[in-house]
């Protein structure tokens, strides 16, 4: 699939801690960055959020007419999907999938107008951070809501494999 115009990845380095000699049956875990703010990926921050979801969890779709929103799958597995409804983008009406978590770090950027959802992969819950350009309103909410199955859209969620 097309990457779409605007949305941006970094793939994250990942760090890993020297095992301890004198505790061989202690693993070591691994450091990443995540958001930098002289990489300029995040033009104005509003807040950060995270979510859990369970394996087989689909949330699609919902769009922003004034935030983008920077996400990163911490823990689990997610195929993140993305549709660009900005009529007057070069990739207007396409879709791209991405697939990010565990083994497969990396940070997303969402640009305002495109809608975005994500299926957990795999065995374990997913915790995904996201950070956005806004700080949400409860009275006046910046969210616009399509179905996970619009045939305007036509996603095949049913293609993933859960195993994964």
Do not use: C
């Amino acid at each position: 699939m097309p990457d779409i115009d605007g949305v941006k990845i970094k793939i994250l380095k990942v760090h890993q801690d020297i095992p301890d000699a004198d505790q061989p049956d202690i693993k070591p875990g691994f450091l990443m960055e995540v958001l930098r703010k002289d990489e300029g990926l995040l033009k104005k921050f509003g807040q950060t959020t995270f979510t859990v979801a369970y394996p087989g969890t689909i949330k699609a779709f919902h769009w922003h007419k004034k935030q983008a929103d920077l996400w990163f799958v911490a823990t689990g597995k997610a195929v993140v999907v993305l549709h660009d409804l900005r009529s007057d983008s070069p990739t207007f009406g396409q879709t791209q999938e991405i697939l990010a978590g565990q083994g497969d770090y990396k940070v997303i950027l969402i640009p305002i107008g495109v809608a975005h959802g994500y299926k957990v992969l795999g065995t374990e819950p997913v915790l995904l951070f996201y950070h956005t350009t806004e700080s949400y309103n409860l009275e006046n909410p910046d969210e616009e809501r399509i179905a996970y199955d619009d045939p305007k859209i036509g996603f095949d969620w049913d293609k993933l494999d859960l195993s994964s």
